[in-house]
Structures are given as structure tokens and as C-alpha cells.
């Protein structure tokens, strides 16, 4: 599995970016898929998954801003996000995770794939 995301850039406090991962072959009715950031001096960390069966779950904080979908027939899962502060400044990877691995992943040896991360930079 290849993931290439992209999406990312600057806005102010309140505005909204959506970021896209575009997958290498079908793979979403098999695998989970998800995205992570890191932001600058912190360790990376889990934003939110969509599994293999069509459930979501996020961050605690981050559902009622950010949303996670896929679009099948692209091959992309999508992370929209709204009403974004600062504190939302990272870079973002999508991930694809592996079936019966614990979610949110637990260990390195849950994932499959990593994306090239795409960053995002939201000033007050």
C-alpha cells in the first residue's frame, strides 16, 4: 500500500482546511485506515481511524471539529477540518492499519503504511 497525502497548509484561528490521502488499489473494505499528526517538539499521536466495517472514532476533543471519510471508489480517505486553533499546528500522516490490530494502534506493529505527513499551520 502506497498513501499520498495532501491538503495541508496555512490558515487563521477558525477556518477550515480538508486534508486527502489517496491509497494504492481498493483496499478499503479490508483494512482500517486513519490519521495521526506530530506537532513541533511533541510526539506523534493519534487523531482519529475509520475501520474496515464503517466506524469512526476520534480524539477525544476532535469529533466535534474534525471529521474522517473514505471514498471508496477513489481510494482516498479524507480528514475535514473546522474551527481550527493553533494548537492544531502538526504535520498530518495517514496511516492504513492492519485488520484485529487494537484501535487506536498500540504498537509500531500495527500499521501497515505510513503517507509522506502534509503540514498544517494554523496562526491566531
Known amino acids: 500500500v502506497q498513501l499520498q497525502a495532501s491538503g495541508g497548509g496555512s490558515v487563521q484561528q477558525g477556518g477550515s482546511l480538508r486534508l486527502s490521502c489517496a491509497a494504492s488499489g481498493s483496499i478499503f473494505s479490508r483494512i482500517n485506515m486513519g490519521w495521526y499528526r506530530q506537532a513541533p517538539g511533541k510526539q506523534r499521536e493519534w487523531v482519529a481511524h475509520?475501520?474496515?466495517?464503517?466506524?469512526?472514532n476520534y480524539q477525544v476533543g476532535l469529533a466535534g471539529r474534525f471529521t474522517i471519510s473514505t471514498d471508496g471508489a477513489k481510494n482516498t480517505v479524507y480528514l475535514q477540518m473546522n474551527r481550527l486553533k493553533p494548537e492544531d499546528t502538526a504535520v498530518y500522516y495517514c496511516?492504513?492499519?492492519?485488520?484485529?490490530?487494537?484501535?487506536?494502534?498500540?504498537?509500531?506493529?500495527?500499521?501497515?503504511?505510513w503517507g509522506q505527513g502534509t503540514l498544517v499551520t494554523v496562526s491566531s
Open positions: 496511516v492504513t492499519i492492519k485488520l484485529g490490530a487494537d484501535l487506536p494502534p498500540r504498537s509500531w506493529s500495527d500499521f501497515e503504511a
Open positions: 475509520f475501520t474496515a466495517t464503517g466506524s469512526t
